[in-house]
Structures are given as structure tokens and as C-alpha cells.
């Protein structure tokens, strides 16, 4: 088990992620006895700029040695979905005169993870030839997108290749609560279980 990537510093962590990412377990799945391909990159949300152009890094690094990375930023795909549907102006222009709550309800039906996201997710994913998915974004989507909804209504969808969420926050495991994401190393009332911290992974 290796040290939590949180306490890794760029160079090493960028190493650890491309050594496991790039290798054919983690790529065939042939460590996970029939658990979903899932894995969090936790990170403190103070690096999120240097977790950025590590992510980009890290992409191109993978890329280069010829393993296929389909990046989808949860934020942007948002945007995508907004636009497409002709209401990102009147966002943008609501968000003046509605109190956050109702911005909040409004965006939380529009951009729901079942009925919208997870199938625009899908569309990308069907059209695109990956070998790992890395879901980018958490932060800046929140409080409208909880991350462990996406990943749940993903379940069925994104099964086939390995999934790297990348993260700002914590994902704790202990016994008396299970496993939780806890968004900005704050927010604490996101369980999850099925996905595996990166960090304790090997190659």
C-alpha cells in the first residue's frame, strides 16, 4: 500500500498515478475480484491549479506511451448540456435576481446525474476510442452535482473501462460510518464505497 497521494509532492504523485494508470492490471482489470472499475484521486483542494496541469500531464504522459485517455470535465460538460438546451443565457441572467436556492433547484433538475448528465456522459463515451476515463470538475459543479450521484448512476454506464475521478477533498474509509467523499475535506454526507483511493494503489 503506498503512501496517500495527498502527502506526495507533484513529481512523485505524477509518477505513482502514470506507473499504476499505465499498467495492464489496472487496464484489464484484473485486480478488482468483479468490483466496479472506480478509483478517486484525492487531492487538498489548495492544489487544485498544480492538480490541473498535473492532470494534463499526466494525460499526455499516458498518451505517449500509447494508453487512450477520454477526459470529460464535469463543469464544461454542464455548460454543454445548458447550452444545448437553450437556457444558458437565461442562467445566466436569473442567477442576478433568484435566490441561490432556487438557482440551486433549477440547475439540480436541469443537469439531474440519471436524466441528463449520465447520458451525455454515455454519448462521449460510446464515440470516443479510451482505454481510462478521467472525470475532472467535482468542485466546480458543486452544490448543483454531488460527486457520489454521478458515480452511482455511472455504475451501469462507464463499467467497462477504469473511471478516475479526480477529486478535492478526502475519500475516508472507517468501519463505524463506511466510506465517505468528503468534497473540500469539509462536507461529509456523501457515502460512497465502491470506488478505490488511487493513492493505495500498485502497479
Not at 74 to 80: A, F, G, H, I, T
Not at 116 to 128: D, E, F, G, M, R
Not at 176 to 184: K, R, V
Amino acid at each position: 500500500m503506498s503512501a496517500n497521494s495527498e502527502k506526495k509532492p507533484g513529481n512523485e504523485r505524477l509518477q505513482h498515478l502514470f506507473k499504476v494508470i499505465s499498467s495492464r492490471l489496472f487496464l484489464e482489470k484484473k485486480a478488482l475480484n468483479g468490483e466496479i472499475p472506480f478509483y478517486v484521486c484525492a487531492y487538498p483542494p489548495k492544489e487544485s491549479v498544480e492538480m490541473e496541469r498535473l492532470q494534463r500531464q499526466l494525460a499526455n504522459r499516458l498518451e505517449l506511451a500509447g494508453v487512450k485517455v477520454l477526459e470529460i470535465n464535469l463543469y464544461d460538460l454542464s455548460v454543454e448540456i445548458l447550452k444545448e438546451r437553450g437556457i444558458w443565457e437565461q442562467i445566466l441572467n436569473m442567477e442576478k435576481s433568484v435566490s441561490r436556492e432556487q438557482l440551486k433547484e433549477l440547475l439540480q433538475g436541469v443537469l439531474d446525474p440519471e436524466a441528463h448528465l449520465v447520458p451525455a456522459i454515455a454519448i462521449q463515451l460510446a464515440k470516443s476510442d479510451f482505454e481510462v476515463l478521467f472525470l475532472s470538475g467535482v468542485g466546480a459543479v458543486f452544490p448543483y452535482i454531488r460527486s457520489h450521484n454521478v458515480l452511482n448512476n455511472l455504475q451501469s454506464t462507464a463499467k467497462e473501462k477504469p473511471t478516475v475521478m479526480f477529486f478535492p477533498g478526502t475519500y475516508q474509509h472507517c468501519q463505524e460510518s463506511g466510506a465517505s467523499l468528503n468534497l473540500f475535506g469539509k462536507l461529509h454526507d456523501d457515502k460512497y464505497y465502491r470506488a478505490f483511493d488511487i493513492s493505495h494503489c500498485e502497479a
